[in-house]
Structures are given as structure tokens and as C-alpha cells.
């Protein structure tokens, strides 16, 4: 990696708080408050046992991006470190893409939050809240990051309430054994009608082609790392309370919500959760849910905007994107990135009048990003296989090493297969598995142009002498142990400078 020690540097303004909300924040998705209708519709009560699974693999994923981004502390984000371990061509095919994903989300959050608020305000043109909406983007990342991390927190606190809330209201529906429809709120429920795995197999299959795009995101404390206070601390701190979070937000709620009616009864186009406050009597259930998933949405389209502006930063810092995107404002936030970023979102204004066509085209959208996010998860595992082969005596050194070691994220990497095997079981899913390598041939004719400049040459050449003496080092720390490569661990922390 470049070295970019005299540019001016982000500011590590997010506190403990903030961290653990966004991570909380990039775990509970919009796909939770509405797609979950569709998976239980789908999968049965097994709908349960796909969240579990994916929580369970993505958590590996999330340590492994936790141990290699404390192994050194100037990795700004993910894309730094797959640079850094696999060569300048995984910085600029991971960090493009990852900008991708999110600015394809942000295009569908934006048409979404336009659609939410024509709940209250039917007659207003839709044009007007989605501009308001990136509007107001731009304006709470322009100021301060910290301002950043204060609206995510009180985002992400607004979906724990209505999880928790739902969850309170389910509780009591059991415990008074409500009835309705014929019915009887019961934990029965969930294996009384055809068992936990009603559908079969290709059902529980289904449920997870829907759920996965329920998690991306889940990697977004990932790119906060330049900018976070006392990261040793905080970031393990947000990754390892994942697996509560997920059994809580997702599992604790899936389990409620089929509990207090039979999983038949519920509608893939409509949210569960509507549903439930509607069923339980509390006025105005649709407006308060719609709220909800508007502050959702809006949070998805904010951190997308944050994620990708320090992304495209780090992109231009290493010559893979205009040196103008690199530059930092007075609060030190990349003005230029945030606003290139903010106006790919106008795309969505234009979607919002194409017709009854939209809703295809964001099946296909949205799909191909989550298959970009689950090339950004590889990416992040294959770099900690790389690091454990090249860089033994950071790893030995590590006081958060990654659990399962060099095991797990074979069988992640073998999960991910499954998935795109799930993918090709449906029409829609497997027309956005044809179309998503068309991104990939556009960013390697893109770095064929790259690759020629000097300063990329350049690069590439110091990698690969970098590499030669980090498989000597290596060698020699498992023949000698760690007294043979101590001078080298130190030279090896420095090896990416921080902006």
C-alpha cells in the first residue's frame, strides 16, 4: 500500500456507542421488518434455522475481518488489508465493488423511503421526498463523522424498540393464549402444521435465497476502523456480540411472530410485523411500522453513502480513482466521494417513473449487489488465509484471533457455494446470477487501464518483493519460533500507512 502518511488524516470520532449501534445498525436489515413475510412464507418454521445458519457463518466472516484489521491498525477499511495480502488488484476489484453494492441499495432505499412516504402524503409528487432524502444525506455526512455515528445510533435504536416491542406484545399474546382466524397464539404453532420443516428441503432451500440479502451489511463496522476511537476495544466488542443480536433481533422475533399465528397465515408481499401489532389491536400498527422501516431504509442509504465515500478515498489514495475523490474537508469527511456518491442516487428519482417495470428491475438490482456483497465476504476470507500462511507471528501475536483458524472459512467459503447453488432454483435469482459477471469483465477492462501507470507498477512490483520476504519470515518463525522474526513482525506493522 501507498504510503500516505503526510495527507490529512480522518478523524476517530466514533465512540463505543456508536460502534456497537452501527453494528447493530448493519445487522438488522429492512429485509428483517419486510422480507421476513416472504422466507416464513416460504420456508415454514424452518425459516428460524436459515437465520441461525447464515448469523452463524457471517459471524466467522466478521472475525476474520475483526483479527486482520487490529493485526494493524493503519488498515483504514477491508479493502486496505485484501490489498495489502493479495495484491493491488483485490484493493481495487473490492473496493469498487463494495462501493457498487452499496450504491445499487441506496438507488433502492431511495425509491423505497419515496414510497413510504406516500403513506401520509399520497398526492405529493414522489420526486420531492426522494430528493429531500438525498438532500439530507449529503448533509449529515458532510458535517462531522461523529455526526454520522449520532444519527445511525438513534436509527438503529428506533428497530431495536420495535423488535423489542414486538417481541413484548408477541409474549403476551402466548401467555394469554390469543385467539384469532380460528387459531390459538402457541409456541404449538411452530411445529403443529406439518412440523418445523413443512416445505421440504427446496423450502428451507428458498429461505435462504431470501434471507441472505436480509444480512448485507453485517460487515459495515468493518469500514469504520480509521475512524474509531480505541479499536482494540470497541471493534472486537461490536463483533462478538453478533451472535446474541441475531439470536435475539432475527431468531427471538421469527420464533414470537409464528408462535402467536400458524406460519400459513402469513403473506409474502405484506410485513409480518403490521401484522402483528394490527392482531394485537394497537392503533395506527401500519403508520408506526411504516415509520420504522422509513428510519430503516434512510439508516441503509446513510451508512451505504458513508461506507462508499471512504471507500472511493482509499480507492484514490492508491491511484485506483481520482486523486480529487482523496481529498478531506475541514471536518475531515471526503467531500468529493460523498458527493460522487450522492449523485448516483439520482438514479432513483428516474426509477420512481418507470413504470410497473421498477419492481423487476429491483429484483435484479438488489440481487446482484447481494451476490457483490457475498464477493466482498470472500475477499475477507480469503485474505486471513493468506495472512495466516504469510503473517504466522501476527497472528500468534493477536489478542483476538479468530476462532475455527484456517477451518472455518473453508466451510463459509463452501456455504457461500451452497448459495449461489439456491440461486439458480429460481428464475429471478438466476437471471441476476447471469447478469452480475457483466460488473466483474467492466472492472477488469477498468484495471487493465489502471495497472499501466507507473505509480501502479510500482505497487505491484514492491507486492510482490513484500511477499518473497514475508514467505521467508514466515519459514523462519515455524522453524525458529518468534525470537527469529521479532524485528520482522515490527517492519511488517508498518507496512500500510494510514491517511
Not at 401500519?286 to 461506507?307: E, K, R
Request: contains cysteine; charged residues 10%; proline residues 4%.
Amino acid at each position: 500500500m501507498s504510503d500516505t502518511s503526510s495527507s490529512p488524516k480522518l478523524e476517530r470520532g466514533l465512540s463505543n456507542r456508536h460502534i456497537q449501534l452501527i453494528a447493530i445498525g448493519g445487522a438488522i436489515g429492512t429485509g428483517l421488518f419486510m422480507g421476513s413475510g416472504k422466507t416464513i412464507s416460504v420456508a415454514g418454521p424452518s425459516a428460524i434455522f436459515v437465520y441461525m445458519v447464515i448469523g452463524f457463518m457471517l459471524f466467522f466472516v466478521m472475525r476474520a475481518m475483526g483479527e486482520l484489521l487490529l493485526s494493524n491498525l493503519n488498515y483504514k477499511t477491508f479493502a486496505d488489508f485484501a490489498g495489502d495480502l493479495l495484491g493491488p488488484w483485490a484493493a481495487f476489484f473490492t473496493g469498487w465493488t463494495y462501493w457498487f453494492c452499496w450504491v445499487v441499495t441506496g438507488i433502492a432505499d431511495v425509491v423505497a423511503i419515496a414510497h413510504y412516504v406516500a403513506f401520509w402524503w399520497g398526492n405529493l409528487p414522489l420526486w420531492i421526498p426522494a430528493l429531500a432524502c438525498i438532500a439530507l444525506l449529503l448533509v449529515l455526512n458532510l458535517a462531522t463523522v461523529k455526526a454520522f455515528g449520532e444519527t445511525e445510533f438513534w436509527f438503529s435504536m428506533i428497530k431495536i424498540v420495535a423488535i423489542c416491542a414486538l417481541i413484548v406484545v408477541g409474549l403476551v399474546m402466548v401467555i394469554t393464549s390469543f385467539g384469532h382466524n380460528g387459531a390459538t397464539a402457541s409456541f404449538n404453532n411452530l411445529w403443529a402444521d406439518g412440523g418445523m420443516f413443512p416445505t421440504g428441503f427446496m423450502g428451507f432451500v428458498a429461505g435462504f435465497q431470501i434471507a441472505v440479502f436480509a444480512f448485507v451489511g453485517i460487515e459495515l463496522v468493518g469500514t469504520t476502523a480509521a475512524e474509531t476511537k480505541d479499536p482494540e476495544k470497541t471493534l472486537p466488542k461490536a463483533i462478538n456480540s453478533i451472535p446474541i443480536r441475531i439470536l435475539i433481533f432475527y431468531v427471538g422475533a421469527l420464533i414470537i411472530l409464528m408462535a402467536v399465528q400458524p406460519w400459513r397465515l402469513f403473506s409474502a408481499g405484506e410485513s409480518p410485523f403490521v401484522g402483528m401489532f394490527a392482531l394485537a389491536g394497537l392503533a395506527g400498527a401500519a403508520g408506526i411500522i411504516n415509520f420504522v422501516v422509513l428510519t430503516s431504509a434512510t439508516s441503509s442509504a446513510n451508512s451505504g453513502i458513508y461506507s462508499t465515500s471512504r471507500m472511493i478515498r482509499g480507492l484514490a489514495l492508491e491511484g485506483d480513482a481520482p486523486k480529487a475523490f482523496a481529498q478531506l474537508s475541514e471536518n475531515k469527511v471526503p467531500r468529493n466521494a460523498l458527493m460522487f456518491s450522492c449523485m448516483f442516487l439520482l438514479a432513483g428519482v428516474v426509477l420512481l417513473y418507470s413504470g410497473d417495470s421498477v419492481m423487476v428491475a429491483f429484483t435484479l438490482v438488489t440481487t446482484v449487489a447481494a451476490l457483490c456483497f457475498m464477493f466482498v465476504w470472500s475477499i475477507i476470507l480469503v485474505s486471513y488465509l493468506v495472512y495466516r500462511k504469510r503473517r504466522p507471528h501476527l497472528h500468534a501475536q493477536s489478542k483476538f484471533k479468530m476462532p475455527g483458524g484456517t477451518f472455518m472459512p473453508y466451510v463459509v467459503l463452501a456455504f457461500f457455494g451452497f448459495i449461489l447453488w439456491a440461486l439458480t432454483t429460481q428464475s429471478d435469482t438466476l437471471s441476476a446470477l447471469l447478469v452480475t459477471p457483466l460488473w466483474f469483465i467492466g472492472l477488469a477492462i477498468g484495471y487493465r487501464v489502471v495497472r499501466r501507470k507507473p505509480g501502479h507498477v510500482a505497487l505491484r512490483a514492491a507486492h510482490v518483493a513484500k511477499v518473497a520476504v514475508e514467505k521467508e519470515d514466515a519459514g523462519a518463525f515455524r522453524i525458529h519460533g518468534p525470537a527469529a522474526t521479532e524485528a520482522a513482525g515490527e517492519d511488517e506493522k508498518q507496512t500500510v500507512s494510514i491517511d
